[in-house]
């Protein structure tokens, strides 16, 4: 993270907004296995983490964004989301990120050293992430 962070200590909270990575997601065989966005991300938090750790007032993070967008400056392409947007069906596929994004702060509540993110994205219970009654694609 930036030394400037330290160069204001009158500054009593800092919440991270719109942190996220775009990538040029697929779907194959039904599943989005975007692993250069789990990697930033873990890259990310391994950095908020530390500077808390560290005693910078970090009280929030937030990733950018729950579904592929419009950006007004590149259109619909590249994609952000957690979620993968087929634009001409509107159907969506959860991104092999999101599971690991929310197990990952789930089980550590980002106060405790999170596994590697992009290594819970390769774990087959990565899929229980969510229950049953929150299918995966709809």
Same mark, same amino acid.
């Given at each position: #993270?930036?030394? $400037?962070?330290?160069? +204001? %200590?009158?500054? @009593?909270?800092?919440?991270? $907004? *719109?942190? /996220? =990575? =775009? #990538?040029?997601?697929?779907?194959?065989? /039904?599943? !989005?296995?975007? $692993?250069?966005?789990?990697? +930033? &991300?873990? =890259?990310?938090?391994?950095?908020? &983490?530390?500077? @808390?750790?560290?005693?910078? %007032?970090?009280? /929030? +993070?937030f990733v950018w964004s729950l579904t592929d967008n419009f950006e007004w400056a590149e259109g619909y392409y590249p994609r952000f989301g957690f979620i993968h947007v087929d634009y001409s069906t509107q159907k969506r596929t959860i991104k092999s990120s999101a599971l690991a994004y /929310? @197990?990952?702060?789930?089980? +550590?509540? &980002? *106060?405790?050293?999170? *596994?590697? !993110?992009?290594? &819970?994205?390769? @774990?087959?219970? =990565? !899929?229980?992430? #969510?229950? $049953?009654?929150?299918?995966?694609?709809?």
């Open positions: #993270f930036p030394v $400037t962070i330290y160069a +204001y %200590p009158e500054v @009593k909270s800092i919440i991270v $907004t *719109e942190n /996220g =990575a =775009a #990538f040029p997601d697929q779907v194959i065989n /039904g599943e !989005v296995n975007d $692993t250069e966005r789990s990697g +930033y &991300l873990e =890259a990310y938090i391994r950095q908020v &983490l530390r500077a @808390k750790a560290e005693g910078v %007032p970090v009280d /929030g +993070y /929310g @197990k990952c702060i789930r089980e +550590y509540k &980002l *106060e405790a050293k999170c *596994e590697s !993110v992009s290594a &819970l994205h390769n @774990k087959s219970e =990565a !899929v229980d992430v #969510f229950s $049953t009654d929150h299918p995966t694609e709809s």
